[in-house]
């Protein structure tokens, strides 16, 4: 579904992605994991047309999207939540969700009605539709990765990339927003590319890890290989462990 060839990026003089090669097939959950630095947003921005790589190139359902913009990544059916959510703050709940609805790939065919409808519904299935008329300012942190899924999904995605999700969530939030993605990946058919740093969890979820650190790919392979492997203790732990 997705083929990333020997990505590369520079910020200045930093080499933030450094010939990076991984593919995500479909209906698989891809863990990409490494210590803070290592490039994990970095990689996303640029599946997301956010960031033009300086090298390599990336395929989706066989065409390549290199060079698209984020709006067309979007309507080919990717979309992504933020680490920082991004949500539109002066906007309700529902009206950040139509936004959304709008913009995705279902665009052309929808009138605001529908989107409304279809937005609510989106609301309804992350938790948040007695929210639907608060401003995003006023939500909780829990509350606004659930907008930012809602959101995400609401795009109609294919393949939906996690960006931390459970970053900052207390264990309780974090059990139920993981709940919360299985269901939307059994509703919706959505492929993954998570990024998590809460190992328990990523080797729990993923069929398949991708390692960076600084922003080189050091090891890639199913979770049980993984947590075996020298590097990756390394990486993670430091040399003596
Ligand atoms: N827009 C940018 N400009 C300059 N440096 C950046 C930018 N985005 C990320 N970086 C740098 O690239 C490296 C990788 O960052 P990031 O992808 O956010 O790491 P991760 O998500 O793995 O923690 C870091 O050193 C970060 O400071
Ligand atoms: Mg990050």
């Not at 991984?22 to 209906?27: A, E, I």
């Not at 809460?198 to 069929?207: D, S």
């Not at 890639?220 to 203790?233: H, K």
Request: hydrophobic content about 45%; some cysteine; aromatic content about 8%.
């Amino acid at each position: 579904m997705l083929d990333i060839q020997n990505i590369g990026i520079n910020f200045g003089g930093l080499r933030a992605l450094d010939d990076v090669s991984f593919s995500v097939g479909k209906d698989e959950v891809v863990g990409l994991i490494g210590p803070n630095g290592a490039g994990k947003t970095t990689m996303m921005n640029i599946i997301c047309g956010v960031y033009r790589p300086t090298e390599g190139k990336m395929f989706f359902e066989g065409n390549e999207i290199t060079r698209i913009p984020s709006d067309r990544i979007c309507r080919l059916g990717i979309s992504r939540t933020y680490q920082i959510p991004q949500p539109f703050y002066a906007m309700t709940a529902l009206a950040g969700v139509v936004t959304a609805v709008l913009n995705g790939k279902k665009r052309p065919h929808m009138c605001f009605s529908d989107a409304g409808l279809e937005a609510s519904y989106y609301l309804e299935f992350v938790g948040l539709f007695s929210k639907r008329d608060e401003l995003a300012s006023n939500l909780n942190l829990y509350e606004l990765r659930m907008l930012e899924l809602a959101r995400a999904l609401a795009t109609t995605p294919k393949l939906l990339l996690l960006d931390e999700v459970m970053a900052g969530l207390n264990p309780v939030e974090s059990e139920r927003a993981l709940e919360m993605i299985w269901s939307a990946q059994e509703q919706f058919g959505v492929t993954l590319l998570w990024i998590e740093h809460v190992m328990k969890i990523i080797m729990k979820a993923a069929q398949r890890i991708v390692v960076l650190q600084y922003g080189k790919k050091i090891a890639e392979g199913p979770p049980e290989q993984i947590v075996r492997d020298p590097r990756i203790i390394e990486a993670y732990l430091g040399g003596k462990h």
